[in-house]
């Protein structure tokens, strides 16, 4: 861990919550951009959502053969060779936007000029509590899940949904049962990829302590119910979706507070947009403190 140049008390020009590819992108450039900058990450280690995904990543251009946890642990590894300032194990409880920015953790406090939130998403659980045997969200959790010759319930429609119920049932699920309230939302490729699987469409009844479905009974089910932004607490930037509400630039209605990636609904979410809204940002605050 590397620490900022300044004593906690005075003012940063520039600080970013959150490692993920945005935050590491935003800072990176802040860095090389000659901004006295620095980054806070929640987790013990950089690399955001990618940390979750042991799947090859192949969306990323120029970046071929290397799974979300490499592509994380990269990240990692560019922001402390790059000698970027930035503290890990450090969970952001709550922002105060009087007289610039006062960025509160659990053990201390920080103010910053510039103030970039780079949060991210969480997997949304909707009624489901995390267990053995439901997985909220696609990556590590649903590898955890024991699959081989099982009955899973994958609730949700979209991407994930089904990319999801390839998986299972290419780890030796039994019966992969797909249950959507509304249209399918995913790509017409991915659904064709599972002739298989049973697809359900139309209101149900899941319970997650009887693990039934419409009083079906499953042994685990998979919740793909998309992501919901992460905002720290004292923040009123999010619009109807729960989102940060930027301009093309980044920028939040409170100057000098910006937001870039996916707790944005700026830009389609990926890796690549993340990391482009991050610098896009940099760039931005960096001609600003001109
Ligand atoms: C399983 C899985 C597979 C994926 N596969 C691909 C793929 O193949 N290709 C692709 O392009 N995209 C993929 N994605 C999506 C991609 O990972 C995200 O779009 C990208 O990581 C978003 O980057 P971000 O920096 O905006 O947010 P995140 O990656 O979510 O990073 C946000 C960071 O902020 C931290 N944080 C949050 N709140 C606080 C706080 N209060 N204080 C301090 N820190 C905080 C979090 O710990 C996290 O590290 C995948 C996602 C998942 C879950």
């Known amino acids: 861990m590397s620490d900022p140049a300044t004593s906690p008390s005075s003012s940063l020009p520039a600080l970013i919550i959150g490692g993920g590819p945005a935050g590491c992108a935003c800072a990176l450039w802040l860095h090389k951009l000659g901004v006295n900058t620095l980054l806070i990450e929640a987790s013990d280690r950089l690399g955001g959502l990618q940390r979750l995904s042991p799947y090859e990543n192949l969306w990323i251009p120029g970046v071929q053969g290397r799974t979300g946890e490499a592509v994380a642990a990269a990240l990692h590894a560019h922001i402390v060779a790059g000698g970027v300032p930035h503290r890990l194990n450090t969970a952001v409880t709550r922002v105060e936007t009087a007289d610039g920015f006062t960025v509160i953790t659990k053990d201390q406090s920080f103010r910053a000029c510039h103030l970039v939130l780079a949060t991210g998403t969480r997997p949304a659980a909707g009624p489901f509590r995390p267990s053995p045997n439901v997985a909220i969200g696609p990556g590590h959790p649903m590898e955890a899940l024991r699959v081989e010759g099982q009955r899973i319930a994958i609730l949700g429609g979209g991407d994930n949904a089904f990319d999801q119920a390839r998986f299972v049932l290419q780890r030796g699920a039994a019966k992969v049962t797909i249950f959507s309230r509304s249209r399918l939302r995913a790509q017409p490729l991915l659904q064709q990829m599972i002739p298989q699987a049973d ?29 919901e932004a992460h905002v720290p607490h004292g923040l009123s930037v999010c ?42 940002v940099a760039k931005q605050i960096s001609l600003r403190l001109q």
């Open 199 to 227: 697809i359900r469409i139309g209101p149900y009844a899941a319970d997650q302590d009887r693990l039934s479905v419409n009083g079906e009974p499953f042994d685990a089910f998979g919740v793909m119910y998309g992501f």
């Open 239 to 280: 619009n109807a979706k729960g989102y940060v509400e930027v301009d093309r630039h980044g920028e939040t209605a409170t100057p000098g507070l910006w937001a870039c990636g996916d707790v944005t609904d700026y830009w389609h979410p990926c890796v690549t947009t993340s990391a482009a809204h991050g610098i896009q």
